[in-house]
């Protein structure tokens, strides 16, 4: 169940578009080049929704410094920007957005992703200039599953922290939710609808339609 809200609050990847995929085939690619070994399933899936400054240490085995974290992050995302093009939006995000803006609620976007794949990705799924507040994993002290970038879009937008709503595909997303005292709706995109459940969100959902369908009566209409 969600509750009245007065802003809402994105993630990017996995979220806006069902990308990660992408990313999945870029990472493929990057740890073919270095020769690594792919971590297990169940450590892939806690590194999602993660920086890459915390995803690289764990691929190869060891402490990184700041020149080696920069340089393999811009390798790893030079790979998946290359196949941006042709993205489209998650079916229903375009009706969604128009509806929280026609009641004036402000939107926010708060992404682990590197700050140089944003502009691609909004633009390539027609939402840029969308989002009044865009708040980045590097602009914070801790990533997700830490409530900072969450605390601070929040912060940015004006609103109390208490009421954002939160849409999340990822459990390190969901976490930093609730650790927020936010509200949030997970997309069942990367990760199936049972693997989410269970993780703080109000309600989990495979698209915006089911957003739009399952608000009814919007939370918050007639209230004062």
């Known amino acids: 169940m969600i509750h009245p809200f007065a802003a809402?609050?994105?993630?990017?990847?996995?979220?806006?578009?069902?990308?990660?995929?992408?990313?999945?085939?870029?990472?493929?690619?990057?740890?073919?080049?270095?020769r690594l070994t792919p971590p297990a399933a169940d450590i892939a899936a806690s590194?999602?929704?993660?920086?890459?400054?915390?995803?690289?240490?764990?691929?190869?085995?060891?402490?990184?410094?700041?020149?080696?974290?920069?340089?393999?992050?811009?390798e790893?995302?030079?790979?998946?920007?290359a196949m941006i093009p042709g993205l489209r939006p998650l079916a229903g995000l375009i009706p969604l957005l128009d509806a929280l803006e026609q009641r004036g609620i402000p939107l926010a976007l708060a992404t682990s992703a590197p700050a140089g794949n944003v502009a691609p990705l909004l633009t390539a799924i027609g939402v840029a200039g969308r989002f009044r507040v865009i708040t980045l994993g590097e602009e914070v002290p801790r990533g997700k599953p830490a409530p900072d970038?969450?605390?601070?879009?929040?912060?940015?937008?004006?609103?109390?922290?208490?009421?954002c709503l939160v849409f999340e595909d990822?459990?390190?997303?969901?976490?930093?939710?609730?650790a927020a005292g936010m509200q949030s709706i997970a997309m069942?995109?990367?990760?199936?609808?049972?693997?989410?459940?269970?993780h703080g969100a109000g309600m989990v959902v495979r698209d915006f339609h089911e957003v739009l369908d399952a608000f009814g009566e919007w939370p918050g209409d007639g209230s004062p």
């Open 8 to 34: 809402a609050i994105f993630d990017m990847d996995g979220t806006l578009a069902d990308n990660m995929p992408l990313h999945h085939a870029a990472f493929r690619q990057f740890i073919e080049r270095h």
């Open 47 to 74: 590194l999602t929704g993660k920086r890459n400054r915390e995803i690289m240490p764990v691929l190869f085995g060891r402490a990184l410094d700041e020149a080696e974290l920069s340089a393999y992050a811009d």
């Open 76 to 81: 790893k995302e030079s790979l998946y920007r």
């Open 149 to 163: 970038i969450f605390l601070e879009a929040a912060r940015r937008l004006g609103v109390a922290a208490t009421a």
């Open 170 to 178: 990822a459990i390190a997303g969901l976490a930093a939710a609730t």
């Open 188 to 198: 069942a995109t990367t990760h199936d609808a049972a693997y989410l459940a269970g």
